[in-house]
């Protein structure tokens, strides 16, 4: 997932704001990690790149 798109994206269930929890990456790129919403507190993760941010009973 591109860093730059942290600002962009938001939970789709209640449109707050993520913070990043992330575990493997570079300047731009993030590989492993979590978003977290600090409004809602759901937790969606990133895995080989790519943000899930599916509801947690489709994944």
């Known amino acids: ?5 942290l600002d962009i994206i938001c939970c789709p ?7 990043l929890t992330e575990m493997e990456g570079n300047d731009t790129e993030i590989m ?4 977290t919403c600090t409004s809602c507190k ?3 993760p990133i ?8 509801p947690e009973d489709q994944r």
Do not use: H, P, Q, T
């Open 42 to 44: 759901r937790v969606y």
């Open 13 to 19: 269930v209640c449109k707050g704001k993520f913070m």
């Open 32 to 35: 492993e990690g979590l978003l």
């Open 1 to 5: 997932m591109k860093r730059r798109i």
């Open 47 to 54: 895995s080989s790149g790519i943000a899930n941010l599916l």
